[in-house]
């Protein structure tokens, strides 16, 4: 088995703390990958923000936003194991 640490600090074949659990979930049986789920823009959601990311805020996790382009954004949470982008550009 590989032992793998995820952000949480918990390591694949261990038991997670308490309110490590949603941490130890992001981690898959196939080599310790972290699996993300990419919403796509939110150019595109047509005001409606999806379900994972207002169940985030309530949680009160710290999400992260990365500039990746001269006019596109990622914003995400790793605990929730989301992303999505914004294209601000014309």
Do not use: F
């Amino acid at each position: 088995m590989v032992n793998c640490k995820v952000s949480a600090g918990v390591s694949l074949g261990e038991e997670p703390a308490e309110g490590q659990k949603e941490a130890a979930d992001l981690v898959s049986g196939s080599g310790g990958m972290t699996m993300t789920k990419d919403l796509g823009y939110a150019n595109g959601w047509n005001g409606k923000m999806p379900e994972i990311i207002g169940e985030c805020e309530s949680k009160g996790h710290t999400r992260y936003e990365q500039n990746i382009g001269r006019c596109l954004h990622e914003y995400g949470c790793e605990i929730c194991a989301y992303k999505y982008y914004v294209d601000s550009s014309d």
